[in-house]
């Protein structure tokens, strides 16, 4: 019986189930690059008919025409959890009505000309489950 600890890991998901985590999830990172430099910053998301709305502490004019959105759950104790990664085209939400309902269901950290609500269309999305074991 070995006495090392239990290696860590990353196991890759199906595209179908790292959605379903971020699915499960309210919070991540939108990453943007903005003169020569990568932007992130922390936001609220929410999945609803095959894209991803974000409302981030950004403001609309720097989001680009795509970008990245990043959660994940990792519980530093014992190295588990899992990342998810989408990538795809950003359209910052515009409608009056649009913009009022996502501000009343997505809770954000900023109000005025730094809260933005952004919708990616998924093109790329990638993820990973952190684990403990033994490798193959």
Known sequence: MSTEPASLRMVEVSG????WLL????????????????????GRHRWEYGRLVVRAPVQ?????????YQAD???AATGTGWTVTVTGPAVVISDPNEVAH???????W???????????HPQTVSGFR???GTES
């Open 16 to 19: 179908a189930e790292a959605l």
């Open 23 to 42: 699915e499960g999830s309210t919070l991540g990172r939108l990453v943007y690059p903005l003169r020569e430099v990568t932007v992130i910053r922390p």
């Open 60 to 68: 609309a004019a720097a989001v680009p025409l795509t970008a990245t």
């Open 73 to 75: 759950e990792v519980r």
């Open 102 to 108: 996502y501000r009343r269901t997505l809770t954000g």
């Open 110 to 120: 900023t109000y005025g000309p730094h809260d933005t609500i952004v919708r990616i």
């Open 130 to 132: 952190l684990a403990r």
